[in-house]
């Protein structure tokens, strides 16, 4: 290679580079990135590797919420507050998310195909809870998404069991009040299985 060709080549590839550097720029500066690597994650999903796994479900040995976690506080998008002890005695899905998490916005469209598939069911609730500290990102997020699916704002400590290093962290409770699926991460909850194992759930 001559030093001209190889001078041409490296101008190339520093061009090439800034303009990917330019590009992941604007997309930050924009606040377009999230939807971007979420639009990328969720194509992972499709590929059916990230079902969530009921195989590995233990129904006996997750802890128990107390009393003190029942009384845990929600605020809902126009400002009533909620408690925990209002989903006391059903099957409750909890996800913990936030709209500025791509792996949120990836699985949010299969966490809403389960809502619409068993939420006519008895005794399945579903708590969406947002970790926004402008909830009006989150409720702009779920209205120019057009999810259906209940979400609400902490208004009081977490419980400790819902302490997580991850976003997105997903939680079963189960009508006697024991957390019997966690799930930190990414997973397509809209699989025939996880959708047949909750209406299960429901009828015990």
Not at 8 to 35: D, P, R, V
Not at 38 to 47: A, D, N, P
Not at 54 to 77: C, H, N, V, W, Y
Request: charged share 20%.
């Amino acid at each position: 290679m001559t030093k001209e060709k190889s001078s041409n080549t490296w101008k190339q590839s520093l061009i090439e580079w800034g303009a990917i550097f330019a590009i992941g720029a604007i997309l930050y500066a924009t606040g377009w990135h999230t939807e971007v690597l979420g639009t990328l994650q969720r194509g992972m999903l499709w590929t059916g590797l990230f079902d969530a796994d009921t195989s590995k479900i233990a129904t006996t040995e997750g802890p128990m919420l107390s009393e003190r976690d029942f009384r845990f506080q929600m605020e809902t998008s126009d400002g009533n507050t909620v408690s925990l002890s209002n989903f006391q005695g059903d099957v409750v899905f909890v996800n913990v998310w936030a709209s500025w998490c791509p792996p949120c916005v990836a699985e949010m469209p299969t966490i809403e195909t389960l809502y619409e598939n068993v939420n006519s069911k008895e005794n399945i609730r579903f708590i969406l809870l947002s970790m926004d500290e402008e909830q009006q990102k989150a409720v702009n997020f779920m209205e120019g998404k057009e999810l259906s699916v209940p979400y609400y704002f902490p208004a009081s400590g977490l419980p400790t069991e819902f302490h997580s290093q991850y976003l997105p962290t997903t939680y079963i409770i189960s009508k006697q009040g024991q957390i019997i699926y966690k799930k930190e991460g990414i997973a397509d909850y809209s699989s025939p299985n996880f959708t047949q194992w909750m209406r299960e759930l429901a009828q015990q």
